[in-house]
């Protein structure tokens, strides 16, 4: 069945401040089950108890409460303070299952490369800059429904500073005013605008970040403007000369020398990308490393132009 976003966004919608529906939620090494909590802290369901996360207390970002509504207010029964809350994964497992992504897991590191090895995902920026993602996220391709993994990499950040995956979300479209794009997660819990803490898909400095695109949706390519495009091209920009594979699947490399021939295979890549064409001809080559490169049609035996982050323009001349 092919992953469905809007369903994966629509479970995410009910469940982004409550536990999911299999009634449990993670600490960092244990599992917390609701009904099992229930009965510990007397917060019978019938009693109108029910379990949220909640802002914390103080500098405390997140609590992980049963809440009822009572004459004077609130009343509340904490389950876990911040401490340990580590949700997550588990969470965005729930979401992706509910999209026809069956997923299980409990660890970023371990989510991140479930999603990477799908055949149905492409990564299309690995452990990037902020600025880099945000141009890959601007062309559009990168969608709803989309993941996005955290790589910490700063001494202070999560998990004592841990240089690991330490954080996922799940991206819900550029539904703010900024055009930036906003996502859902547990710990903290978000979903934009609802959100008590900041939901702009970076959410802070201290990470870099990897974009992994479900292809449900793509438009199929097309096998003859595909075929054209294959081969082996130079790129031409600045003082630069560089050496592109490009398959007719929708995948591309480079190196930095000249084919002996055209019928060569590539050896030792520099750099690997996925290209996406539209209607109208324009391909689009979204490299690993978070440059956004576009090839757009033109006359003569050139066939297309390059223009590389919206900035530098490239000549390029298809080989053999």
Known sequence: MPYNRDDAVKYAAKHWNIPCDDGIFWLTNERISIAAKRKELKAA??????????????????????????????????????????DCAHYLSRCLSAGGAAIDERGVTSLVN???????????????TKERAQRVIDTGIFKKGDMLGYFNVSPDGDFGGKNAYT????????????????????????FPPLSWVEDSWWLHDGYTYTLIHFTAGDPPIDPAKAAAIAGWW???????TEFYFVT??????????????????LV????????????????????????????????????????????????LTKLG
């Not at 999603?115 to 990037?128: F, G, S, W, Y």
């Not at 703010?176 to 996502?183: E, K, L, M, P, S």
């Not at 591309?252 to 000249?258: D, E, F, G, I, P």
């Open 114 to 128: 479930t999603l990477q090895a799908r055949p149905d995902t492409k990564t299309l920026c690995e452990r990037v």
């Open 248 to 265: 007719k699947n929708g995948h591309a490399q480079y190196v930095k020398r000249a084919p002996k021939s055209t019928k060569e295979s």
């Open 268 to 315: 030792g890549a520099m750099g690997s990308a996925y290209w996406f064409m539209d209607a109208l001809g324009a391909v689009t080559f979204l490299w690993k490393s978070g440059t956004v490169e576009v090839w757009s049609p033109v006359a003569g035996p050139q066939k297309y132009k390059s223009m590389i982050n919206g900035l530098t323009p490239g000549v």
């Open 234 to 240: 130079k790129l031409e920009y600045g003082s630069a």
């Open 45 to 86: 369901e019938a009693d109108g108890w029910q379990p949220m996360f909640v802002k914390g207390t103080g500098t405390d970002p997140e609590k992980a409460v049963f809440r009822r509504s009572v004459a004077a207010g609130v009343e509340e029964k904490v389950i876990n303070d911040w401490a340990g809350l580590a």
């Open 167 to 190: 954080h996922s979300t799940m991206f819900v479209g550029k539904i703010d005013r900024a055009g930036i794009g906003g996502v859902t997660c547990h710990t903290v819990a978000r």
